[in-house]
């Protein structure tokens, strides 16, 4: 059983909402997918995935010491430049050197986006409501909704589909949702149809969501809000008090009135052998 955090202080909540994201993305390391490189140690967090895909590549969980700073940020970039691979690099709120930034940019990264860290205290969480009519949630639990999941993913937020769906595949299929597990995915359909996704992981003693997406047809109907809510349910029902997430700009009005709030932000810098393919793509 994993330790559930209860009670937290401000601080506490700050590091959770870091721990769990970065423990999500540590988790594809253990999936044993073929082709997925990842190196963790002391200093942080790099994984590649061989996809040339900024979102699936990446560093994060950064503790290298003002001594060691400039030439091991240098070596690790040039690790990715050499290959090829577009990347993010994140800075988080425990990041250190304290002038990160500095190295990033120095090495030809660009600051892309800086979306604030945001939590939840489920002790807050009504009863169910009334659902919206034609609306249904599933549980991600077979092939079939794995494969929905998947769809509805790489569609609703726009992630390339030609470049990422082997790897994506792949993840989605090897995720515990057994006995006891650290993940759960939920699709929403209208009217039958499947049309918005989210997912929750449990680490770091909290409810951490994700991915969660809404196609463009269906949107402004209340569904983006009831696909956030229903990770927030479950994770109720199995003792969780704080929920967790990491806001994109589209997502920040549902979370706010379902009752999230900011405790911290991070720092997107990416790289790509063609930088405007990663602006485009991130700030939209």
Not at 12 to 37: C, H, P, T, V
Not at 38 to 52: A, I, R, T
């Amino acid at each position: 059983m994993l330790k559930i955090l209860k009670n937290p202080h401000n601080s506490e909540i700050k590091r959770a909402i870091e721990d769990n994201w970065y423990k999500f993305i540590k988790s594809w390391s253990e999936l044993g997918i073929e082709g997925f490189e990842h190196e963790d140690n002391d200093q942080l967090f790099k994984f590649m995935s061989g996809v040339p895909y900024f979102r699936l590549n990446g560093v994060l969980d950064t503790h290298i010491s003002p001594k060691l700073a400039e030439k091991t940020i240098e070596k690790v970039v040039s690790s990715f430049k050499e290959r090829h691979l577009p990347f993010i690099w994140i800075n988080g709120p425990s990041s250190n050197p304290d002038n990160l930034k500095k190295y990033l940019l120095k090495n030809d990264l660009v600051l892309i986006i800086k979306p604030p860290g945001m939590a939840y205290d489920l002790n807050n969480l009504a009863e169910k409501k009334k659902k919206i009519l034609d609306v249904e949630i599933r549980k991600v639990d077979d092939v079939e909704t794995r494969e929905t999941y998947l769809n509805v993913g790489l569609t609703g937020l726009e992630w390339e589909r030609e470049i990422t769906y082997d790897f994506l595949s792949e993840v989605v299929k090897r995720f515990n949702y057994g006995e006891n597990p650290t993940h759960s995915a939920f699709v929403a359909y209208y009217k039958g149809k499947p049309v918005a996704i989210s997912r929750v992981f449990y680490g770091a003693g909290v409810a951490g969501i994700y991915r969660v997406a809404t196609l463009k047809e269906a949107r402004r109907k209340g569904i983006g809000t009831e696909i956030s809510l229903a990770p927030l349910y479950e994770a109720k029902k199995l003792g969780y008090q704080i929920a967790t997430l990491v806001s994109s700009d589209m997502g920040f009005n549902v979370y706010k009135r379902i009752g999230f709030k900011i405790y911290c932000e991070f720092e997107f810098y990416g790289w790509s052998p063609d930088s405007d393919e990663v602006f485009s793509v991130l700030i939209h």
